[in-house]
Nanobody, 115 residues
């Protein structure tokens, strides 16, 4: 069982990035997937989540209208499209898969927004 995030990087304010969360060894379509982030010195916070079928999505108020979560179950991958990035979006972004008592995390990918 493996969860791997990718797509992070350095971007200027107003720029965009697309994060990917690829899972292997899972019955992926059963898992709700969430993105969390943790900035230095701050607790980890939820950013967005998507149901197994993709029918339900939710966003933290701080990213509504700027971030879009989606999934491709055929590719066992969830995406987080991040537009209009702000310096306060700088953090390590983590992917979390949950199904019942199963709870898996990736290693995180760094996103830095700075001029």
């Amino acid at each position: 069982l493996q969860v791997v995030e990718s797509g992070g990087g350095f971007v200027q304010p107003g720029g965009s990035l697309r994060l990917s969360c690829a899972a292997s060894g899972f019955s992926f379509e059963y898992y709700t997937v969430a993105w969390f982030r943790q900035a230095p010195g701050k607790p980890r916070e939820g950013v967005s989540c998507i149901s197994g079928t993709g029918d339900y999505t939710a966003y933290d108020d701080s990213v509504k209208g700027r971030f879009t979560i989606s999934r491709d179950n055929a590719k066992n991958t969830v995406y987080l499209q991040m537009n209009s990035l702000k310096p306060e979006d700088t953090a390590i972004y983590y992917c979390n898969l949950v199904w019942g008592s199963d709870d898996y995390w990736g290693q995180g990918t760094q996103v830095t927004v700075s001029s």
